[in-house]
Nanobody
Framework: VQLVESGGGSAQAGGSLRLSCAAS????????MTWVRQAPGKGLEWVSG????????YYADSVKGRFTISRDNAKNMLYLQMNTLNAEDTAMYYC??????????????RGQGTQVTVSS
């Protein structure tokens, strides 16, 4: 299993970034996927999840209405569109294959992460 994130970088408060995750080594369309993040000095936080078929999505209260998770099963890709960014969104973002439901923080596999830094 390999998960490779990209798309992180620096943004100003109020700006947008789009994260991507390329998945390989497993049958992508059979698994729910999640995004989790870890801010400096803080623990891991579940951000968003999507069911295997993409029909249902889930969001942490802190990002609801600002972030949109999506997937392209034909391309084995997971995405996170992040709008109206604020300084509290600064973190390392990881895509992960959860052990259970897509609103779970626990996972079997996680990528190496992509850094998002938001300046106010």
């Amino acid at each position: 299993v390999q998960l490779v994130e990209s798309g992180g970088g620096s943004a100003q408060a109020g700006g947008s970034l789009r994260l991507s995750c390329a998945a390989s080594g497993f049958t992508f369309d059979l698994y729910a996927m999640t995004w989790v993040r870890q801010a400096p000095g803080k623990g891991l936080e579940w951000v968003s999840g999507i069911e295997s078929g993409g029909g249902r999505t889930y969001y942490a209260d802190s990002v609801k209405g600002r972030f949109t998770i999506s997937r392209d099963n034909a391309k084995n890709m997971l995405y996170l569109q992040m709008n109206t960014l604020n300084a509290e969104d600064t973190a390392m973002y990881y895509c992960a294959r959860p052990t259970g439901r897509p609103y779970s923080l626990t996972y079997n596999y996680r990528g190496q992460g992509t850094q998002v830094t938001v300046s106010s």
